[in-house]
């Protein structure tokens, strides 16, 4: 992601919770499991996994839907129930944003995708790595390298 585009910020659909992140994406993402094509309905969900550091809800409160679970919150609009990020609880140095959030999406494109295993037959991203459910824990620090080095490239044509 091209530094020029930080900050980003975006909100929901209404208008009413407004987020700012202020560092590039550690990864990208497209998720295929069957919980995330029921919030989102559509075929995956989109997360841009930025550091915790760098985002801040600027202006409403949104509040917890979706799965109600201590391992994941996921937070939305209380107005107009966007699905707008989610902080995961055992990693809380990263929180998951939903690009299409942002007023500007267009530098978005999903590097990985997560739970192929569910996906939908027809249903088909542009992402340079797929995995059967999330990558193993250990893989993470390699895709985020590699990652990094993907958009510094595409910064620099």
């Known amino acids: 992601m091209n530094q020029d585009l930080l900050p980003l910020e975006g909100g929901c659909r209404c208008g009413g919770v407004r987020i700012r992140v202020t560092a590039p994406p550690l990864l990208t993402a497209a998720c295929h499991c069957s ?39 996921h937070f939305f609009c209380p107005h107009c129930m966007s699905w707008m990020f ?3 609880a055992a990693i809380e140095a990263i929180v998951n944003v939903r690009p299409t959030m942002f ?18 037959p027809w249903a088909t991203t542009p992402a340079m790595h797929r995995f059967e459910q999330f990558p193993p824990f250990e893989l993470y620090e ?16």
Not at 104 to 120: D, H
Not at 142 to 157: F, G, M, P
Request: charged letters at 20%.
């Open 142 to 157: 390699s895709l985020t390298q590699e990652y990094a080095a993907y958009t510094s490239e595409i910064d620099s044509r």
């Open 86 to 88: 989610t902080r995961p």
């Open 35 to 73: 919980g995330c094509q029921r919030m989102s309905s559509s075929a995956f969900s989109l997360s841009a996994i930025f550091p915790s550091d760098a985002f801040s809800v600027t202006q409403g409160e949104p509040v917890i839907g979706g799965l109600h679970d201590k391992e994941l919150a």
């Open 103 to 120: 007023d500007n999406a267009a530098w978005f494109v999903p590097f990985i995708e997560t739970y192929t295993s569910e996906k939908l």
